[in-house]
T-cell receptor, first 115, second 113 residues
Framework: NAGVTQTPKFQVLKTGQSMTLQCAQDMNHEYMSWYRQDPGMGLRLIHYSVGAGITDQGEVPNGYNVSRSTTEDFPLRLLSAAPSQTSVYFC??????????????FGQGTRLTVV | GDSVTQMEGPVTLSEEAFLTINCTYTATGYPSLFWYVQYPGEGLQLLLKATKADDKGSNKGFEATYRKETTSFHLEKGSVQVSDSAVYFCALSPYSSASKIIFGSGTRLSIRP
């Protein structure tokens, strides 16, 4: 009964380094998303996916890449880390039946610091 | 575009006080509305939801009613506890795109014993 699992929980990067934040869900959800949480700004959508092989940009996609090769996994890649990417990152998944909305399930978050 | 506006925090109350956190939204059509709660060091979890006008969501003593006429979804609790201290997010999901959840900026709630 794992739900949404994110790794790592904490990470410190130097400016210019790259890394991948992992996200996996075991609920067979179609939809997966990545958000970043910054003080006073709520959660902002980075990228999302409506199914394996399909991804799209959210509100703040610059500097991030995603792929969705399987239903379960949705990794987020930082191509060249910048201090402005210091944030808490959340992965979420949801299952949508046609004509109705369902809630999102969130991972525990990854706290990323770029120095 | 779609958006959510909620009252700014922090909000500090004494135990057993009445709580209201205001939330209004802008959206086309009939979105679903949610309140999420984030306890310290944790991810967000759903507190309650409503999917159509006049629906009332409730959970753990919290309530919110979907008001189409005022485009509001205010969160209320009659008697708060110290354990309710957390950050509360109002959110909406457009009917046409369940994958997109739009969040308010969050309201930090602190309850004094």
């Amino acid at each position: 009964n794992a739900g949404v699992t994110q790794t790592p929980k904490f990470q410190v990067l130097k400016t210019g380094q790259s890394m991948t934040l992992q996200c996996a869900q075991d609920m067979n959800h179609e939809y997966m998303s990545w958000y970043r949480q910054d003080p006073g700004m709520g959660l902002r959508l980075i990228h999302y996916s409506v199914g394996a092989g399909i991804t799209d940009q959210g509100e703040v996609p610059n500097g991030y890449n995603v792929s969705r090769s399987t239903t379960e996994d949705f990794p987020l890649r930082l191509l060249s880390a910048a201090p402005s990417q210091t944030s808490v990152y959340f992965c979420a998944s949801s299952y949508s039946r046609s004509g109705a909305n369902t809630e999102a399930f969130f991972g525990q978050g990854t706290r990323l610091t770029v120095v | 575009g779609d958006s959510v506006t909620q009252m700014e925090g922090p909000v500090t109350l004494s135990e057993e006080a009445f709580l209201t956190i205001n939330c209004t939204y802008t959206a086309t059509g009939y979105p679903s509305l949610f309140w999420y709660v984030q306890y310290p060091g944790e991810g967000l979890q759903l507190l309650l939801k409503a999917t159509k006008a006049d629906d009332k969501g409730s959970n753990k003593g919290f309530e919110a009613t979907y008001r189409k006429e005022t485009t509001s979804f205010h969160l209320e609790k009659g008697s708060v506890q110290v354990s309710d201290s957390a950050v509360y997010f109002c959110a909406l999901s457009p009917y046409s795109s369940a994958s997109k959840i739009i969040f308010g900026s969050g309201t930090r709630l602190s309850i004094r014993p």
